[in-house]
């Protein structure tokens, strides 16, 4: 079975200052990874993912991350946050055994961004 | 661009009523999905389909059954709906999985989502 921890369910920084979103997974195989946000009242958006390619991933909005087997982590960063970064984050994993494409997601990390 | 429409953004509803939450996809994806989503516990899989007429329970399915009679709508039931149902609905669709896609192709991995529906139940 596969399982998503989020380390922290807020997270509040200044604007231009990094963010960092902890994730830790645990699959039984190799897993392809994803971050998705949330912006109010709208949909999940896919921000980037791991799929056994290159461990360091980059997404859209200037947001990256870094597969770590050895750590089991997939922690999310972005050098300098900007005010629509104010969102909620969450990090899933596809196990590659998985039937039908499904996916379990973490408990969600909320960001604050403070002018 | 991908689109995944769910009906209705906002629904209130009354303790015993059948409710139907509905989505349609657009990208002629096999797979289409039911998430609840409550505040600490991110989304947990309802029920999923992987192609018509075909579906399996996933994490939580009790008090849910649902419906895909067309590739491109699957629908969700309440067949009566309780106050522990309140909830935000969100409804997915994929591709097959397939290892090795790039470029345009990728997006066959992915799951989009839909806008979401916000029911309460008094």
């Known amino acids: 079975a596969q399982s998503v921890t989020q380390l922290d369910s807020h997270v509040s920084v200044s604007e231009g200052t990094p963010v960092l979103l902890r994730c830790n997974y645990s699959?039984?195989?190799?897993?392809?990874l994803f971050w998705y946000v949330q912006h109010p009242n709208k949909g999940l958006q896919l921000l980037l993912k791991?799929?056994?390619?290159?461990?360091l991933v980059k997404g859209i909005n200037g947001f990256e991350a870094e597969f770590k087997k050895s750590e089991t982590s997939f922690h999310l960063t972005k050098p300098s946050a900007h005010m629509s970064d104010a969102a909620e984050y969450f990090c899933?994993?596809?196990?590659?055994?998985?039937?039908?494409?499904?996916?379990?997601f973490g408990g969600g990390t909320r960001v604050l961004v403070k002018p | 661009d991908v689109k995944v429409t769910q009906s209705s953004r906002y629904l209130v509803k009354r303790t015993g009523e059948k409710v139907f939450l509905e989505c349609v996809q657009d990208?002629?994806?096999?797979?289409m999905f039911w998430y609840r989503q409550d505040p600490g516990l991110g989304l947990r899989l309802i029920y999923f389909?992987?192609?018509?007429?075909?579906?399996e329970k996933g994490d939580i399915p009790e008090g849910y059954s649902v419906s895909r009679e067309k590739k491109e709508r699957f629908s969700l039931i309440l067949e009566s709906a309780s106050t522990n149902q309140t909830s935000m609905y969100l409804c997915?669709?994929?591709?097959?999985?397939?290892?090795?896609?790039?470029?345009?192709?990728?997006?066959?991995?992915?799951?989009?989502f839909g806008a979401g529906t916000r029911l309460s139940v008094l």
């Open positions: 997915a669709s994929s591709g097959i999985w397939s290892e090795g896609l790039a470029g345009p192709k990728e997006g066959k991995n992915i799951q989009y």
């Open positions: 899933v994993v596809r196990s590659i055994k998985a039937a039908g494409n499904k996916l379990t």
């Open positions: 791991y799929t056994s390619a290159a461990t």
């Open positions: 990208m002629d994806h096999e797979n």
């Open positions: 389909s992987y192609d018509v007429k075909m579906k």
């Open positions: 699959s039984s195989y190799s897993p392809s």
